[in-house]
């Protein structure tokens, strides 16, 4: 096992510790100094005066990643070599289940683990990767879910930060191209490793935690764009290049000025070294191309597209409540959350097809509030769920429903719940999200403004009131955006709708003030079942009549408390495109109009 390091004092302590408890029986551990101007030099020997079996070796003067890696190369013995990181922290059946790949398959020449975040150990740094025709990288499955993942069995490449190749794979292939100081390395040795006649699969139990820098520096954005141009000019096809070279061309005249400069210095330093590549190109021009599949087939100079940022919890300032379009509440998001944006009047941000936020309750929660906006076309129900962070089964949902998709542009809805205190992930997914190149190219599955957990639905006595601010805090699902009339505001139903009310007194009558779609669509049945029951305390039909708006009261025998009203029709009317010539346009699907409910 190689761990190249440079001013790695802060984390390879706990990487040589992990590794050096490793359950396979037979490995030795070599510590590449890379030039280290810091205490990292003296970490490796603390480590190794404490019993720890080392080899360190120590390089003059800082020369890059890759010429790192070779020099472990050749001080490695054994029949098969593992690359880590310094702020890579090994799992301990990390080095037997990342090496058990190569039992009795002689064409795998390397093998990827799987990379976790360190500060995030739930959610990948990747799984091998690929690059699309501009040459750009991307680990796959990036900032994912390890819950939600799908794999992949092979890859173009692997992270370096985490992969082997046997010896003989290394003497074929030859060593690290030392003139990528950082990154790209791993991409160019694994497309390598393919030319040369192997196959580089991924081990899904091969698990390392990756203490990632957030910091996207200027120095990087260069290192990337010239090593990603030096792979392309190395490995790609004679008869893309021209097609590569005039999209880099029109990629620099659309860049802003900043990174118009990268470019032009990536360009001016791989002019620099052609000569090596070119030489690299001539030397491989009758070996293979790696498989198709394992490249993606976009052009697009910002790759991977569609993918959510990374995202940097801190458990430590979570509260009840996450306002999605405040900087001051990132640290509540696991992961599949995109930057804030506007959405109408608020800002949140759109969820992946999976993604999750922490909610740190203090006190017991009795009402879950959401505050959200569907993607513009009917893509299934996105599933809400809620677990308890800690327990003795945390995939288990304590709290469940279903966001059913609704023809509007903001939709609130306050569900009961029963939670104690304590640390919970809610957690949003859909089967397959929502995308629509090229205006759309994330795949998308709600976007949320704001959700809390609260002690109770504090809905205030008086029924309900679509007029009145505080309704908001009542309406449990199925209603649009409220709408005026003379005397007020008013909401449509869906099929269903519910909504939270406080009978203040016991109460022997309800009165509703509603509206029916203006075409037969079907009966309405509205009951009251209180909050902590199940049976209907109150339950009465209203067939359809057309018409303007209706009063109707009902004899009722209702106790103080709170009650879950729902406003059930037996179908819903809409009218698309005005099929029906003579009635107002509807994309919505509508039930039934509720202006206000009260008692007596």
């Not at 990087?220 to 141009?229: F, I, N, Q, V, Y």
């Amino acid at each position: 096992m190689i761990v190249v390091c440079w001013n790695a004092q802060d984390t390879l302590r706990r990487c040589l510790i992990q590794l050096l408890e490793q359950d396979h029986p037979n490995y030795e551990v070599i510590v590449v100094d890379d030039g280290s101007t810091d205490g990292t030099l003296a970490v490796a020997e603390g480590v190794a005066a404490a019993g720890g079996e080392l080899e360190i070796v120590r390089s003059s003067r800082n020369r890059g990643c890759p010429a790192a890696r070779n020099v472990g190369v050749r001080h490695a013995r054994g029949e098969l070599v593992a690359f880590i990181d310094a702020d890579g922290f090994a799992a301990p059946d990390w080095l037997r289940r990342l090496t058990a790949r190569f039992d009795g398959d002689s064409t795998i020449g390397g093998v990827a683990s799987t990379v976790f975040f360190a500060d995030n150990p739930l959610v990948l740094n990747g799984a091998g990767g690929t690059v699309n025709r501009q040459g750009w990288a991307a680990d796959l499955s990036m900032n994912e879910s390890y819950e939600t993942a799908q794999i992949d069995a092979e890859a173009l490449y692997p992270m370096g930060c985490g992969m082997a190749f046997r010896r003989d794979t290394i003497e074929r292939v030859g060593p690290f191209d030392d003139r990528m100081v950082n990154y790209y390395d791993d991409v160019d040795y694994g497309t390598r490793v393919w030319r040369a006649g192997y196959r580089l699969t991924v081990a899904p139990d091969a698990w390392i935690e990756h203490g990632v820098a957030g910091t996207d520096t200027a120095r990087k954005r260069l290192l990337c764009e010239r090593h990603r141009m030096r792979v392309v000019l190395k490995h790609m096809s004679t008869h893309l290049l021209g097609r590569w070279a005039g999209n880099e061309l029109r990629c620099l005249a659309d860049a802003p000025a900043p990174e118009r400069r990268q470019k032009l210095a990536a360009i001016a330093w791989n002019v620099r070294h052609l000569t090596s590549a070119l030489a690299s190109r001539r030397r491989d021009r009758h070996l293979p191309r790696p498989p198709e599949r394992l490249l993606d087939d976009s052009w697009g100079d910002g790759f991977p597209a569609g993918v959510p940022p990374r995202a940097e919890p801190d458990p430590v300032r979570a509260r009840a409540g996450i306002e999605m379009g405040d900087p001051a509440d990132r640290g509540q998001l696991l992961h599949g959350w995109f930057p804030a944006e506007e959405l109408g009047e608020r800002r949140g941000r759109w969820a992946a097809a999976h993604a999750a936020v922490l909610i740190s309750l203090d006190r017991p929660a009795r009402r879950l509030h959401l505050d959200y906006v569907h993607v513009p076309v009917d893509n299934g129900d996105v599933a809400l769920a809620i677990r308890r962070i800690g327990s003795g089964d945390p995939l288990a949902s304590v709290w469940s429903t279903r966001l059913h998709w609704q023809h509007a542009a903001r939709s609130v809805e306050n569900h009961p719940v029963e939670l104690p205190a304590g640390d919970y992930e809610v957690v949003f997914s859909v089967d397959d999200g929502w995308l629509e190149p090229p205006l759309n190219v994330r795949r998308l599955a709600v976007a949320v403004a704001a959700i809390s957990l609260e002690e109770s639905f504090d809905a205030g006595p008086g029924g309900l009131d679509m007029s009145a601010p505080r309704v908001e805090e009542q309406l449990v699902r199925g209603w649009f955006e409220a709408e005026q009339f003379p005397t007020g505001s008013y909401r449509w139903s869906s099929d269903y709708a519910a909504a939270v009310v406080k009978v203040a007194e016991d109460a022997d009558g309800v009165r509703l003030r509603y509206r029916m779609p203006p075409a037969p669509g079907g009966n309405l049945t509205v009951t009251f079942t209180r909050l902590e029951e199940h049976e209907p305390a109150l339950s009465w039909p209203i067939p359809w009549q057309p018409g303007d708006w209706r009063d109707e009261t009902v004899v009722a025998d209702l106790a103080a408390g709170d009650y879950l009203v729902g406003f059930q029709v037996a179908a819903t009317w809409s009218n698309p495109q005005q099929r029906e010539t003579e009635l107002p346009p509807e994309n919505r699907a509508l039930g039934v109009a509720v202006a206000a409910l009260d008692f007596s």
